[in-house]
């Protein structure tokens, strides 16, 4: 929390971060906090439609690298790295997918 310069609003929950990080880990936070966009002035940013717990867990992400995929959260996660653009989120999950297909569960 430490000289946080932003804040993200996800429903009632207000998630700290740096900038800098979000934007190295995400090409839609770059795009957010370079350009000309309200939210690059604003100290506090709200995301819409988000869950705050996944939104947490990606932000745990682009400071250290590190996420866990699992059943209950591959779906949301997915989703959300999609939408903010976190491209290896984006595989993990997708490996951890593919990892789970096999003949009884395949159309």
Known sequence: KTLCDVI???????????????AAASHFFNLMFTTNMLE????????KDAEPDIIEQLVE???????????NNVQSLLDAANQYQIE?????CVDFLKEQVDASNCL
């Open 61 to 71: 992400f682009a400071y250290t690298a590190r996420i866990s995929v699992n059943s």
């Open 40 to 47: 690059s002035k604003s100290f506090e940013v709200e995301l």
């Open 8 to 22: 993200l609003m996800v429903q009632e929950r207000k998630i700290p971060a740096h900038r800098v990080v979000l």
């Open 88 to 92: 290896p989120v984006k595989k993990m």
